[in-house]
Every structure is written in structure tokens, then in C-alpha cells.
């Protein structure tokens, strides 16, 4: 447990004061639940903070309809297009990495312990082709919601 010097000093290096209610507030609450959580007290609790006080905080609503960042049919239509760019050059790189794969697959031998790089090359190829493959249905979804949004 810590007690109430040591917690002011801690407090005061990183430049909370009482002064400053809600930083000193909401740090001392923060640190009742670490210590409470340390030492498993569910039934005490420590007297340097007894029952953590109710932190008044004011939330300002801002209304959705002051948002200016909405995208004309032109944006729309130039990130689908750029995308359709982006899906080419992944089907094209998709293409590359299945004629290495097959390249790769020819030279492994599960006899030869020499092919056990060629083998290492495969499983790495594979693994990029798999996440390409997840990157290019990911594009083509955002791709499919911005088309609907025209």
C-alpha cells in the first residue's frame, strides 16, 4: 500500500497537484483500482483514498450534421477507380507468386534433405500468396461499398 505522502510526491513529479481537482481526481481513483487489483482487498480499503469520490465531467455532443468531411460522387468514383488499379496490380502479383510457387514446388524433393530451402522458399511464398489474398478481398469489399454508395 502506498500512503498519502508517498502518493502526493508521485503526483507532484508528474505535475498533478490538488489544485488541479480532476487530473489529481481521477489519478488518485486510478490508483485505488491498481491497488486494490495488486492486493486482491475486495473487503478493505486503503485509507489513503477511502471510497474514490465522483469526478464531475462535462462531455461536449457535437452535432453529426456540422461534419463536412463527406465524399462527393467524384471522390467516390476517383477512389474506385484507384482501387480497381490497386486489384489489377494484386492479380498480377498473385499470378507472379503462383508461377514461383509451382517453380519452387519442382524443385522440392521430401528424399533430398538438400531441397530443405527450397522447401523454406515454398512455405514463405504460400504464406505471402495467403495474405495477399486476404489484402485483395479486403480492397474489393471497400471497393463494393463505395460502388453502392454512388
Request: proline residues 4%; positive net charge; glycine residues 2%.
Amino acid at each position: 500500500m502506498i500512503t498519502e505522502k508517498q502518493f502526493e510526491n508521485f503526483a507532484a513529479r508528474q505535475g498533478v497537484t490538488p489544485e488541479s481537482a480532476f487530473l489529481y481526481e481521477l489519478m488518485k481513483a486510478s490508483w485505488y483500482a491498481a491497488e486494490k487489483t495488486c492486493f486482491k482487498s475486495y473487503n478493505q480499503v486503503p485509507a489513503l483514498f477511502g471510497l474514490p469520490k465522483e469526478i464531475p465531467i462535462t462531455i461536449k455532443l457535437v452535432d453529426c450534421e456540422e461534419d463536412k468531411t463527406v465524399l462527393t460522387r467524384s471522390d467516390i468514383q476517383f477512389l474506385v477507380d484507384n482501387i480497381k488499379i490497386g486489384l489489377s496490380l494484386y492479380e498480377q502479383e498473385r499470378e507472379m507468386l503462383s508461377k514461383n510457387i509451382q517453380i519452387m514446388w519442382q524443385k522440392c524433393n521430401p528424399e533430398n534433405t538438400k531441397t530443405t530451402p527450397y522447401f523454406n522458399a515454398l512455405n514463405e511464398l504460400k504464406d505471402n500468396k495467403a495474405r495477399l489474398k486476404q489484402q485483395f478481398k479486403k480492397l474489393a469489399e471497400i471497393q463494393r461499398k463505395l460502388k453502392r454508395m454512388r
